[in-house]
Structures are given as C-alpha cells and as structure tokens.
C-alpha cells in the first residue's frame, strides 16, 4: 500500500523568504503521479502543482517548484518569496498510474505553513 | 466560474438521523468522488463514480451510499448517522478515463452528528 509522509506538522517563514516543505512517499510502483495541494482556512482544497513519476523535469508553476527525487522517493516544495496568502496547510498526495480506484488520492496529513509579516 | 458545488455548507445531525450531501460540477467531468477529512488528517477516499451509471468503493465506505444521478451531479447519503460521521467532506471531480487527471474539490460541507 501507498504511503505519503510529511514530517514537519507545522512551518513558518518570513515574508519574502523562501521555504521547503518536504514529503517522502512509498510505493512499489513505476507510474505514478504526485501533488501539492494548498487548504487555506477556507477549507477550500486548492492544487497548487502536480508532477509526473517519468518525467525527469522538477515541475513550476510560479513562484512554486518541487524537487522530485525518485529514487529517494522524495517530492519537497519550495516557496519561493512567500506571500501573506500562502499561509495554509498543504497536502502533498500520490495517485497511483494504473489500476486500483480511479482518483484515489493518497495524502499526507500535511504541513501547517504561516507567513509572518 | 462555479466548478464544484457543494450543498449544504453546514450540517448538524442527531445519531439515527439520515442527511444527503448533494453535488455538481458544471466542467462536463466524467469522474466525481467523495471524499472526508477529519482532524489533523488529509482526505481519504468515501466513493467514487469513473463515469456516468458507475460507482465503486473508495477507502472508508462504511455508512455511506451514493447516487450518480446524471453526469453533473454524484449525492452523498448517510442512511443512519454516526459520530464518528463527524467531519468535513468534499465532492472533487475530475476529466477521468486518463489516469491522473487533475481533481479539483468543491469548498467542503461541515458535518457534525451529535
């Protein structure tokens, strides 16, 4: 069974600063895909970016990219000038390529992140 | 640019009580799924449905039903409500038939079971 742990319960970070929220995961699969999602206090679930298990390329969307390590099986992402607005939880998750329940996304219990002014 | 939507936002249920959670996509998605997040936890899978006329179990089924009425809308029944019921869901849907397609979730509904 899949597996995604994120270690650090909660982070901080100035304004302006850059800051790494890491994830490992297990698996013995090849394929697969992995995300980042963001839950401001709204409780809206909000994708922040997503990555391909074959694709070598670290994934960017603005001021957010992740580091994939997959033979570590590692996925952190990194914030990079941190807004006011980033302040939330996020979730990294796995969904399997193939096979089992469509949309099983798999998460993290996540990571709480506030940006202090 | 509504997405998924989800009603009611806020529920509270005696124990016994029965409730649907009702909703819609208006992104033409194929997949829609229901999912529960409890305390200090990330979301879990409740049921989903690959495409219109289908549904399956997801990870924690127990006390649940769900109905794909049409290929807009995928209800939620809680038949005879629990506290450990207690919790906030998400519908989410997808484009579906490829794997890994995006799932974008509505804003929640907050159910509590007294």
């Known amino acids: 069974a899949q597996t995604v742990t994120q270690s650090q319960p909660e982070m901080s970070v100035q304004e302006a600063e850059t800051v790494t929220l890491s994830c490992t995961y297990d698996?013995?699969?090849?394929?697969?895909?992995l995300f980042w999602y963001k839950q401001p206090p709204s409780r809206q679930m909000i994708l922040v970016i997503r990555?391909?298990?074959?694709?070598?390329q670290n994934a960017t969307e603005n001021r957010f990219s992740v580091n994939f390590q997959k033979a570590a099986k590692s996925f952190s992402l990194k914030i990079s000038d941190s807004q006011l607005g980033d302040t939330a939880m996020y979730f990294c998750?796995?969904?399997?390529?193939?096979?089992?329940?469509?949309?099983?996304?798999?998460f993290g219990k996540g990571t709480k992140l506030s940006v202090k002014p | 640019n509504a997405g998924v939507t989800q009603t009611p936002k806020f529920q509270v249920l005696k124990t016994g009580q029965s409730m649907t959670l009702q909703c819609a996509q208006d992104?033409?998605?194929?997949?829609m799924y229901w999912y529960r997040q409890d305390p200090g936890m990330g979301l879990r899978l409740i049921y989903y449905?690959?495409?219109?006329?289908?549904?399956d179990k997801g990870e924690v089924p127990n006390g649940y039903n769900v109905s794909r009425l049409n290929k807009r809308e995928f209800s939620l029944r809680l038949e005879s409500a629990a506290p450990s019921q207690t919790s906030v869901y998400f519908c989410?849907?997808?484009?579906?038939?490829?794997?890994?397609?995006?799932?974008?979730f509505g804003e929640g509904s907050w159910l509590t079971v007294v």
């Open positions: 998750a796995f969904m399997k390529h193939y096979g089992g329940s469509q949309g099983n996304l798999i």
């Open positions: 449905s690959a495409s219109e006329g289908t549904t």
């Open positions: 989410a849907s997808s484009e579906g038939q490829v794997f890994g397609n995006t799932i974008y």
């Open positions: 698996t013995s699969e090849n394929n697969y895909y």
């Open positions: 990555q391909e298990a074959y694709k070598q």
């Open positions: 992104m033409n998605h194929n997949s």
